[in-house]
Each structure stands twice: as structure tokens, then as C-alpha cells.
């Protein structure tokens, strides 16, 4: 019995009683639309900044696609344009960046095979400070 408190003992000081500190750029809930054709596909995530200054999503990239860039649907005059967007997204101190299905997205065109329900997109997404973290997306159906 006493070994048992000891082990015990020792594991919970070891763990130090904390939950791990999040990474500073934390990719949540990453996932894309399958793709029959192997041309074009959309993920999706949300990137959360817990640093103290803001940071800049500048580009992403993926082995399976010739080219990743971010997007966003919106209305206009009764019907769903998609348009890309031009700038880096910066991402505040704290905050987050919500990439999703009708808002802003990342789009993936030249897909180098197609992709069904259960396969996964890997992601690089790069920083403005030369940061890369990488993502992969789990394929399915919305």
C-alpha cells in the first residue's frame, strides 16, 4: 500500500498537476470536403493565437494540391460569390481565425488525386514571422 501512495505521490508531482500549455499557434477541428474529380476541394479550421502579439497567416500549402489560397463565399445582390482574398489574415493576441463552410475557407485546386470520405489533406500553413505548423485534414461530407 505504501508503494502504491508513493507511486502515486510521485507521478502527480512528475505531472507537475497541470494540464499541458496549448502550442502557441493551435489548429482545431481541421477537415475538408471529399473531391470526385481531383481538381478542386475546400478546408476548413480555426486557428487560435495564444501568444501575446498577433500573428499573420500569410500562405498554405498542401503535397496533394498545385495551390492553396484562402478564400471567402459572400452574398451579393441575391447570389453566393466566392472571391479570393488578397491579404495575409492576421490574427489578434488571444483571438482566433475561423475558416469555414460560407465564410472564409481555404480553397484547393490541382488536387494531384481525389479525395474521399476517410482519406486525410495534410496542411502547411505558414506565418508571416516564418513559422510553419502543420495541420491534417480529416475528409468528409458536411
Not at 471567402?72 to 475558416?99: C, K, N, R, W, Y
Not at 514571422?129 to 502543420?134: K, Q
Amino acid at each position: 500500500m505504501r508503494r502504491l501512495t508513493f507511486l502515486a505521490a510521485l507521478l502527480a508531482s512528475a505531472c507537475g498537476g497541470r494540464a499541458p500549455a496549448p502550442a502557441p499557434i493551435e489548429v482545431r477541428a481541421p477537415w475538408a470536403r471529399p473531391a470526385d474529380s481531383a481538381a478542386v476541394t475546400a478546408a476548413y479550421l480555426t486557428l487560435f493565437n495564444h501568444e501575446a502579439l498577433a500573428v499573420t497567416l500569410s500562405s498554405a500549402s498542401s503535397p496533394l494540391a498545385e495551390s492553396v489560397t484562402l478564400h471567402e463565399t459572400m452574398q451579393m445582390s441575391g447570389m453566393v460569390h466566392m472571391m479570393p482574398l488578397d491579404s495575409a489574415q492576421t490574427i489578434a493576441a488571444g483571438d482566433s481565425l475561423v475558416l469555414a463552410p460560407g465564410a472564409k475557407h481555404l480553397m484547393m485546386t490541382g488536387l494531384r488525386r481525389t479525395l474521399a470520405g476517410g482519406d486525410s489533406l495534410p496542411l502547411e500553413l505558414r506565418f508571416s514571422d516564418g513559422r510553419v505548423v502543420h495541420a491534417t485534414a480529416a475528409v468528409r461530407a458536411p
